[in-house]
């Protein structure tokens, strides 16, 4: 299909100003000098600061309770090496875990059976960290390049932040791939041009895990359509060699795993299951009223949801279309970004809610909920509602509410525990509605309360310029 929405012919050549050499070159100029340099290894020192807690926190946790979803990759690509049925093995006593992804998934993960467990884990945090990295850039670039000289500082402190959210920490503990599939996403969605055919890297994290092809729906609700002939094609390309290199693992998957579902992936009415699904089932209706139910409200999300997600992109674009997105740093070019952003955050959500099973982990695409929110920090309203958020998320709040109802005192606890039981879930709910309809409104009718960006860029500590 089409080489890739607005994709430049070349770069240039290598002495000229545009080409990568000549980028390279500059950065290298800008921080080599003394004071950016300063401003880059402290960026470094607060990432390394904050992160590295977390690191020890689970790579010295006991070996049956760390990364345990890691051990279920490799134990995949072990399979692969030796022969044995992708879908038949289980992860080592106690967890006894079963891959659950397509086989294309199991492909990726041979690499990590050449090396030793220890090693293991340790690359996968670092691909972990370097993947959230480069959401974090993509969420929060506005805010980020409006930092001025403080920007390795600004990128290295929202870096720290968002890895201590309950979704990212538990990335880091059970050695999860949800960040570097909305990595994929968001490179593959928001820029306004991209280096390759957009809709590849959809289709990539699609073969990886199913659960992105709601990206598929948002490219074409939004008139990406050759988007989305890359994405299927290159998810269908993915598949069909893995269907090559392991046609009976494929046939298990497709026409036997797939289908057992939730009885494969763990309980529905566990308290980490925020999907609207679990939600249902922690209420215990009979069936087939609780199907019935989780059916009727996944129409009404994802109807609603999908109509907000387009919304949101398509006014978006048309701010892009009026001020030159890609010319320039304008107050609507930045909100053109903050509302493309918010439509790809709001599938990201429905994503995990529309699924049978939403562990908070998957819910990271808290992340760029919380970029949309603060644009470049300019809108001190939508600030503070992305301060709440992010203390929302930053608290095992389902937890508490399960203790609350383990507390056994009737309904004075039962009903208040069932809630915040959902409390992930329903802020998740919350916030397609916040984003669709709020964010959307502010920006439509130009309310946001920003300061003038011809002025000087923030200073650290302050949102004003």
Known sequence: ?????????????????????????????????????????????????????????????????????????????????????????????????????????????????????????????????????????????????????????VAGALIGATAWLMPVFDQARFGQVGVLLMALCLADCLPERTRWPRGVLVGLAVAIKLVPGVFLIYFWITGRRDAAANAVLTAGAATLGAFAVLPHDSADFWFGALLEGGDRTGAVNGTTNQA????????????????????????????FGFRLARRATLLGDDLAAGTGLAGGASGRAVDANSLRLAGIAIVGLLSVLLSPVGWIHHLVWIIPVLGALVGDGGDTPRFRIAALVWLWFLFPLPWWGAKLISLQHGLFTKIPGKIVQDAFGLAAVFLVVLLGHWLVARLATGKADRQDASRPPAGVGTLAP
């Open 1 to 153: 299909m089409g080489a890739g929405n607005g994709v430049r012919e070349r770069d240039g050549a290598a002495g000229e100003p545009g080409s990568p050499a000549a980028r390279v070159a500059r950065a290298a100029r800008r921080w080599g000098t003394p004071p950016e340099l300063m401003f880059l290894v402290a960026g470094i020192a607060v990432v390394a600061v904050t992160v590295t807690p977390i690191l020890v926190w689970w790579l010295t946790n006991p070996p049956d309770q760390r990364m345990v979803d890691l051990e279920v990759y490799r134990d995949g690509g072990r399979a692969i090496l030796r022969g044995a049925p992708l879908y038949e093995v289980l992860t080592q006593p106690p967890q006894l875990l079963p891959f659950t992804y397509p086989p294309f998934a199991s492909l990726l993960a041979v690499p990590f059976t050449v090396i030793s467990w220890k090693a293991a884990q340790w690359l996968w945090m670092a691909l972990l960290y370097a993947a959230l990295a480069v959401v974090v850039w993509y969420s929060f670039r506005d805010l980020i390049k409006r930092s001025g000289r403080w920007a390795p500082v």
């Open 276 to 303: 609207i699904n679990g939600m249902i089932a922690r209420i215990y209706l009979p069936d087939p009223l609780g199907s019935l139910v989780w059916v009727a409200l996944v129409a009404v999300m994802a109807y």
